[in-house]
């Protein structure tokens, strides 16, 4: 439903699922699922889990094996969840590496509502490749766009780590009607960088999600992965977003946690009549947007 | 000239004019051209004044008699700026309230070189209309896009005030080549508003707009005047961020100021080479950015 039609109390309460993933799949599934038991016990609605929460984060190497712990969706894990889902009658935002077809794989995230039904998903559309980051090696680039999905606990869109740094896919989704963007995600400092460079990352990384918010009006979950994984110490700091980009809660820097916030959504009406910046964009004189780079001349 | 082309020290000081005009537009010009001198004197190779720095911010109420301040761009004021250009030998930025003919007026800036010469002109894109911030009576809505301008101490790109909160407005610049966005403003808290109230709109205002250094690897220079004019106390607190959005200087909230600061030019370069943004757009799936909303359907 959208905000004009929804009924009944506005606040909607979240669940950020910030784990440390253990090597085993399975291991990590079961904290999972216990995560989200206890998310929902504390009176989580909308439980989200991290970037590719089943696996440790195996794009630090570019290895041909690692295709193996692909699925499609539906499949084990998303069933999982939706069992989960139906159990609770709840939300749940998962995070899966998907097998689409030989050689064609995804980094995707998977909506699914309290019946246990798939109500939406998600193909990460920007990839990242940096050392540590090699993930144009594994995932095809998205095809399904920027869309949300209506939940009986508001409009949701899912966006996924490194789209987190592009003002058009947080705009392109608010403007489908997204009320709450999510994104699960798996950063994290290199060995041997600087406490003045990590902090200075971390700082950039919270800034650019809460523009979001202020840019579009709109609530933002960011989760994220914590721990040490090889070479990557994952910085946890997951947080959540008011639609005029103040901090409703945030997680720490160094231990698994289940962050609970509440998101009043009668806020985003409000916070774009205060300051409606969705009024008064220039649509027609947005077009460049498409180009890649307009070549100085002069 | 564009990075690739510059040789030379990278570095530019650039001097941020902070001021309360006083009733008296020639006063208002003269302590702006006292400013220009001081900032020269500490180096300033760029100078920014804040915006419509002639007059106190008259679109506090609609009033046609105030349409009498305008003037035409070249005109007196341009003048005077190329005179204090070609004197000190740098780079002016002025905002003008410019007369185009009878009835269409603009928020416009003007881009004045170290020869007096007008190197490039901007018209305000996104016009606020919000109690005391009247600017859609007073302002047509600019018609040259977004651009930026070489300069011999860098390519410039020029936005105003509420263009600052539209993340499409820094993208087209910072993709026309632009490597520092000076952001002239006008912006306060109205008479009333509690202190809470007042540090989250300071915050998001600040906030958003270092989020354009992050997501284009540009510098941001926000220059912003201070001091009350009748219900509104405009609070100053203009800044120079980075390419990655980190603080490099900042004015403080109550008083005139001149704020100096060095903007290293190759930190653009080597931002976007670690944080490679600019590679990774999706320009395949940004055509919706021109569309005013996507009505959700389900």
Same mark, same amino acid.
């Given at each position: ?11 909607? /309460?979240? &669940?950020? %699922? ?6 085993? *799949? ?5 904290? !999972? +699922?216990? =995560? ?118 508001? /409009?949701? &869109?899912? %966006? ?6 592009? *003002? ?5 989704? !608010? +403007?489908? =009607? ?118 100085? /001349?002069?």
């Amino acid at each position: 439903m959208n905000q004009s039609q929804r009924t009944g109390p506005s606040s909607v /309460r979240v &669940g950020l %699922l910030q784990m440390s993933p253990e090597p085993s *799949p399975a291991r990590n599934l079961q904290k !999972a +699922l216990q =995560g989200i038991d206890e998310a929902a016990r504390r009176g989580a609605k909308i439980i989200c889990l991290e970037e590719l929460f089943l696996t440790r984060y195996f794009p630090q190497t570019e290895a041909a094996r690692h295709f193996k712990l692909a699925e499609p969706i539906p499949g084990p894990t998303t069933r999982a969840l939706a069992e989960a889902a139906r159990k609770h009658k709840v939300v749940i935002l998962g995070s899966i590496f998907e097998k689409r077809a030989g050689g064609i794989y995804h980094n995707s995230a998977v909506l699914i509502g309290p019946e246990g039904k798939l109500l939406g998903k998600y193909r990460k559309m920007h990839l990242p490749d940096d050392p540590g980051f090699y993930e144009k090696f594994y995932f095809t680039p998205g095809d399904l766009g920027f869309q949300s999905f209506s939940t009986p606990h508001g /409009r949701i &869109g899912m %966006l996924v780590c490194w789209d987190q740094w592009f *003002p058009e896919a947080a705009r392109l989704t !608010a +403007l489908s =009607g997204a009320e709450i963007l999510f994104y699960p995600s798996a950063i994290g400092w290199a060995a041997g960088e600087s406490p003045k460079v990590r902090k200075r990352q971390q700082s950039a990384w919270e800034l650019i999600q809460r523009s979001h918010a202020v840019a579009n009006g709109v609530f933002v979950c960011a989760v994220n992965r914590v721990g040490r994984e090889g070479k990557i110490k994952f910085w946890g700091s997951s947080f959540v977003a008011d639609p005029f980009g103040g901090l409703v809660a945030k997680a720490g820097p160094e231990r698994e946690e289940i962050l609970i916030a509440d998101c009043d959504l009668s806020k985003i009406r409000q916070t774009r009549e205060d300051w409606p910046f969705l009024r008064d964009r220039r649509i027609d004189a947005y077009g460049a947007l498409t180009s890649r780079f307009l070549d100085p /001349r002069t």
